[in-house]
């Protein structure tokens, strides 16, 4: 692990992100720059497809957490939170990129984001996304079961350490995407679940 150099810490991650982040999507972005009047999410929870995408997430997330660990135990905190940054800023500019070739749009305006966001996050991770508020600047979901929280619970995380690993990778790589698509667009976090089977609430923001 000793000889881990930086470079090849960022392909392996780059890979591992892709991998959950890059699946299903090209069909779903293509469909909807053809007919961009899509329907509200509704509760997909206990779809077979749903279900089979979130269970692969976490599954990839597990080995993820666990590579992690091995990274903090030869880099330190510091190090490892930098090189993980890097990573999923790396993996989120490249994900906004393929957005932009492959639906064509110019304007990524929130109702624009709100039409691409949600499906990206169902088809790549499972989760689901159910819009409870909009206003003019946000629209705010409940977020269904999440693979993060699951995957860390596996790993024997506390829902305090769990929220850590939210936001220095899912939460961020949102949060980088939205950025990617709109400069002025944002995730944010409103309250975090405490057991698997709870929800988070969280928005997307065009200030």
């Known amino acids: ?13 780059a890979i591992g992100l892709a991998a959950l982040s890059g699946m299903g999507m090209i069909g779903r972005l293509t469909a909807f720059a053809a007919n961009p009047d899509n329907p509200e999410m509704t509760d997909l929870a206990n779809d077979p497809a749903i279900s089979g995408t979130l269970k692969g997430a976490t599954t990839g997330l597990v080995f993820m957490g666990a590579y992690e660990k091995a990274m903090l135990e030869e880099f330190g905190q510091e190090r490892t939170a930098a090189l993980q940054e890097e990573a999923v800023q790396y993996i989120a500019k490249s994900q906004a990129a393929m957005i932009k070739e492959e639906t064509g749009i110019q304007d990524f305006d929130l109702e624009t984001l709100h ?11 499972g989760l689901v996304f159910e819009p409870i508020e909009k ?39 949102l949060d980088l995407v939205l950025k990617g698509l709109n400069p ?3 995730a944010q976090l409103n309250s975090f679940r405490q057991t698997a089977g709870d929800h988070c609430v969280e928005s997307i923001v065009v200030s």
Do not use: H, W
């Open 184 to 186: 002025n667009a944002s």
């Open 115 to 125: 039409s691409i966001v949600p499906d990206l996050l169902k088809d790549s991770m």
């Open 135 to 173: 206003t003019p600047t946000q629209i705010t979901y409940k977020v269904g079961r999440c693979p993060m929280f699951e995957s860390s619970e596996m790993l024997g995380m506390e829902p305090a350490a769990i929220q850590g690993r939210c936001r220095a990778v899912a939460l961020l790589y």
């Open 1 to 13: 692990m000793r000889n881990v150099s930086r470079r090849c810490f960022l392909k392996r991650g």
